[in-house]
């Protein structure tokens, strides 16, 4: 049986990609699990410096995989919803940075995934949405929460309550997306970023993330509490003394992580 997502390394970088594409990329059980499977071998490999995560076909994905929901009772959508949840916070939790290369459409739990990663890159012909309205649903991965802090509160609210797709560009505007490439350039400018990344204090990167994460939605005095501590402990690192040298010897670091 083929892969539901593939999993491929371009040097640091891990490229999970969704491959359904005769049904857009929908998140059945399999792909929600296969996810998780990959999400936690990737945090258990620490030569893996970024992630990747994007869609075969013309779609990133085009949300829950509706004939597989169809049948369900209320417990069986509950119990798909935790899956779903599950696989989205072991991305969102990784120690190391994901990007969503959003290729097409990221529809209602497509375009959840998107925003559980920490940025989006769209190609031109991508085209955001939470239509779950339109089939009496509400988000169920996470939508409500995530998609609210990334663009605000009123954008969230019109994109949840009405339904409707938002173009590329509109995605931009509303700080959805960070950046938009043509299509074909849209992959290579995702691994680039992660290549970069690669290149960094991996506990420094690590730690920022973890930071961000935690101080988001923490009161201020915790998150710069947080800040401080997370400071001090990258800062007995031998990465930090690396870094440091190497600024002053005008050469290029060589971190490893300690
Ligand atoms: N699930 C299953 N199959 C899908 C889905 C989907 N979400 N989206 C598309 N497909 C399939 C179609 O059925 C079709 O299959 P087939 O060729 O066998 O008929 C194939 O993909 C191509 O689709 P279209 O023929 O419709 O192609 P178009 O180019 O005309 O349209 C669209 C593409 C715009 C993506 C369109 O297919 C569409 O609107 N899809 C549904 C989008 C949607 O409503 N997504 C939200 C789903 S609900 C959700 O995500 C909630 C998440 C939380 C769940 C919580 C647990 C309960």
């Known amino acids: 049986m083929s892969e539901v997502v593939r999993c491929e390394r371009r040097g640091p970088v891990a490229v999970l990609t969704l491959d359904r594409p005769k049904a857009f990329n929908a998140l059945s059980r399999a792909v929600l699990e296969a996810l998780l499977a990959h999400a936690e071998a990737i945090a258990a490999d620490g030569a893996v410096r970024a992630v990747v995560v994007t869609g075969a076909g013309r779609a990133f994905s085009a949300g829950a995989d509706i004939d597989e929901m169809r049948p369900m009772n209320a417990l069986a959508a509950e119990a798909f919803s935790r899956l779903g949840h599950r696989a989205f916070h072991a991305l969102e939790n990784l120690g190391v940075p994901t ?21 989006i890159y769209a190609s031109s012909a991508a085209r955001f949405g939470q239509p779950e309205v339109n089939l009496g649903l509400i988000p169920g991965f996470g939508g409500t929460s995530r998609l609210l802090r990334r663009v605000g509160v009123a954008w969230a609210r019109e994109i949840v309550l009405t339904g409707e797709r938002l173009d590329a560009e509109t995605a931009l505007r509303i700080g959805l997306v960070n ?45 710069h509490a947080l800040e401080q501590s997370a400071f001090g402990a990258v800062f007995a690192t031998a990465d930090r003394e690396e870094g440091i040298e190497a600024f002053l010897e005008k050469r290029e670091p060589k971190f490893e992580g300690r």
């Open 99 to 119: 990007l969503a290369a959003v290729n097409g459409f990221a529809l209602g739990g497509g375009c959840e995934l998107a925003c559980a990663c920490d940025w």
């Open 179 to 223: 950046r938009v490439f043509e299509p074909d350039a849209l992959l290579d400018a995702a691994i680039r970023v992660g290549e970069t990344i690669a290149t960094r204090g991996p506990l420094a990167v690590a730690a920022a993330k973890r930071v961000m994460q935690a101080g988001q939605d923490a009161n201020v005095e915790v998150a």
